[in-house]
């Protein structure tokens, strides 16, 4: 029997293997096709249906249209230094503030007001510009708005900063007897939402955008409360803190974040490298030089990620977003817990470590938590209307009233109904609630959300979670007097 010579041999082999490589690659190829097809078809059908229903996933629509920099706050003068995030961020007047924030606690005596007050009194010129800047109505950033997560935002650090120094000051007026004083420094805190507001069209507004309003009315708000527990305010103050709480509402604004959000989210997949995504999301990722991104095999492994399966994520993406606008009742200013718990449940269930939905993980932000804080804040700002009002009642007759109807029109044109607490029917929506009022037998009183639970504790507040946090999820929504 001949044998078959080496060169022939090894042919055949080489042969074997280029046939298998080419079938490989085939089957390469026609697996990216499939998913690709796939993924495009999934994100058509699902984009089709939800912009049937009135959704927007267009992002151009998002983008606010250019406005007169006479009109323009970050157009006046100091604004964007102060109050727009740079890459390369310059020192500027409220680096002092913001590195010695650590002055900004607790005061409990008149000293330490009087020596705080003092202090701040060098950034007046600051508070000054900032006021005068306000008077113009709008608000737009300049900046490429094309790409969603590289769009111009806010200085979240420095407006909180100048937030924070505005209460304290106020709590410090208080504290002092001043409340007029006070009064002034609240106005300005309170106005100074409209930068995270984006006035007047509120595009874009992102969820952090939103959050940082609602934190600045939290803080807003408590800072009224202490000078309401100390009855410190007076008749006129508590006629101007009326008339500021009741053009708060801050529903609308995480509405339109909620909105917003998966129309970005989708712009940013359609258009970026899923590397610089997933980059962006890593604490290290930044500071990396070429060759670590190089050698990273979890960083390299998203360029062999179909595109199909980026469309897939975008399906459950939006799908899941569009759900968020059932949790709002905007029609009667309300905030469905039911609803959020529900879409939350399916979040849980659908974005799971599997190749159609490892973005949804990423980009799905904790919608409980947003939903539960927005709905705690408003409903501090609903009930510090109704205990101007009370203490306005208390000045002229010596007592609180025996119901909140008392209180109408003479020292309140409407009451606030609890943003939740609602009891759907079958013919209409949830139906408004009125916040829970008692006067008690030390001549305080009881005013109450039924809470997150949408159960009526009796009063009881809500509980302290093990890290010391309030659990809102628990227990009514009690205002503390």
């Known amino acids: 029997m001949n044998e078959i010579p080496k060169d022939k041999k090894g042919w055949r082999i080489l042969r074997r293997i280029l046939i298998g490589m080419a079938i490989f690659a085939t089957l390469i190829a026609i697996f990216y096709t499939e998913e690709d ?12 249906e939800l912009e049937a229903k009135g959704a927007v996933l ?44 650590s002055k900004i606690a607790t005061i409990t005596d008149k000293t330490a007001a009087e020596h705080f007050l003092a202090w701040s009194d060098q ?44 209460a304290q000051r106020a709590k410090c007026d208080l ?25 007047p069209t509120g595009q874009p507004m992102t969820l952090v955008d939103a959050m940082v309003n609602v934190a600045i009315t939290g803080l807003y708000v408590n800072t009224i409360a202490e000078g309401l527990r100390s009855q410190i305010w007076q008749e006129p103050q508590l006629v101007a803190l009326q008339e500021q709480l009741k053009e708060i509402n801050l529903t609308p604004f995480v509405a339109r974040a909620f909105e917003s959000e998966p129309a970005a989210t989708c712009r940013t997949l359609e258009t970026a490298d899923l590397r610089k995504i997933t980059l962006v999301s890593s604490a290290s990722g930044s500071s990396r ?41 905007l029609t009667n200013n309300q905030i469905l817990p039911g609803k959020f718990e529900d879409l939350m449940r399916k ?78 029917s079958q ?13 008690t037998s030390d001549g305080k009183f009881l005013l109450y959300s039924v809470g997150w639970n949408e159960t009526d504790d009796g009063g009881l507040s809500s509980p302290q979670a093990a890290n010391g946090a309030i659990d809102y999820a628990k227990g009514d929504w009690v205002w503390k007097n």
């Not at 508070?127 to 590289?150: C, V």
């Not at 002092?176 to 995270?196: C, F, I, T, V, Y």
């Not at 360029?303 to 059932?326: C, D, F």
Request: glycine residues 4%; positive net charge; charged residues 20%.
């Open 58 to 101: 267009d992002w151009d629509k998002f983008i606010p249209p250019p406005v007169p920099d006479d009109q323009n706050f970050f157009k006046a003068p100091k604004m964007q230094e102060w109050f727009v995030k740079h890459p390369k961020a310059t020192t500027n007047e409220l680096n002092t503030l913001v590195t010695n924030a």
């Open 175 to 199: 504290l002092l007897g001043q409340p007029d004083k006070a009064l002034n420094e609240l106005a300005l805190l309170n106005n100074s939402r409209h930068l995270m507001e984006r006035t």
């Open 347 to 424: 979040v849980n269930t659908s974005v799971v470590n599997k190749p159609y939905n490892f973005l949804a993980v990423m980009f799905m932000p904790n919608i409980t938590k947003a939903s539960q804080t927005l709905a705690h804040n408003q409903t501090l700002v609903n009930e510090a209307q109704i205990v101007c009002a009370l203490e306005r009642y208390r000045l002229a007759h010596g007592e609180y009233p025996e119901t909140l109807d008392a209180l109408v029109p003479q020292f309140i044109e409407k009451l606030p109904h609890d943003i939740i607490g609602g009891q759907p």
């Open 37 to 48: 097809w796939r993924g495009k078809r999934a994100w058509e059908n699902c984009k089709g």
């Open 123 to 166: 950034f007046q010129p600051v508070f000054d510009s900032l006021r005068e800047a306000l008077k113009r109505p709008y608000a737009r950033m300049d900046g490429d708005y094309a790409k969603p997560y590289e769009i111009p935002i806010p200085h979240f650090v420095n407006v909180r900063a100048v937030a924070q120094a505005l």
């Open 427 to 439: 013919d209409s929506g949830p139906a408004s609630q009125p916040l829970h009022y008692r006067r």
């Open 289 to 329: 030089s070429f060759w670590q991104k190089v050698s990273d095999l979890n960083y390299n492994k998203y360029a062999l990620v179909p595109r199909g399966w980026v469309y897939q994520n975008m399906a459950l993406i939006t799908s899941l977003g569009g759900q968020r606008a059932e949790g709002f009742d």
